[in-house]
């Protein structure tokens, strides 16, 4: 089993920074890819950001592209996601996930966090 512990989240104003950062522990010897989906009030789950293993091969989101960006760090477990240029529509719960399988119809994953919350008020 793996475990996926998220930190990071909180308030901002637009236009404001936040860092994610997930913490991955037990078999984590095939959890790539990691990365981000978020669900927003009254929304389904969306893909937001993954990186993989071999070649830390990238993929974003169009709605944060060049917003967002997805990091890792290897010695620590840990995936990153620096979220710059916030807006009000980037406001959801952000899931971590581990062994990504499908970033489409809201996402399937080996593994997910419990989610932390992302607020970013106008």
């Known amino acids: 089993q793996v475990q996926l512990v998220e930190s990071g989240g909180g308030l901002v104003q637009a236009g404001g920074s936040l860092r994610l950062s997930c913490a991955a522990s037990?078999?984590?010897?095939?959890?790539?890819?990691m990365g981000w989906f978020r669900q927003a009030p009254g929304k389904e789950r969306e893909f937001v950001a993954l990186?993989?293993?071999?070649?830390?091969?990238?993929n974003y989101a169009d709605s944060v592209k060049g917003r967002f960006t997805i990091s890792r760090d290897d010695a620590k477990k840990t995936v990153y996601l620096q979220m710059n240029s916030l807006k009000p529509e980037d406001t959801a719960v952000y899931y971590c996930?581990?062994?990504?399988?499908?970033?489409?119809?809201?996402?399937?994953?080996?593994?997910w966090g419990q989610g932390t919350q992302v607020t970013v008020s106008s």
């Open positions: 996930a581990a062994g990504i399988l499908t970033t489409t119809q809201q996402g399937k994953s080996d593994y």
């Open positions: 990186i993989g293993w071999s070649d830390s091969t990238t």
């Open positions: 037990g078999r984590t010897f095939n959890i790539y890819p």
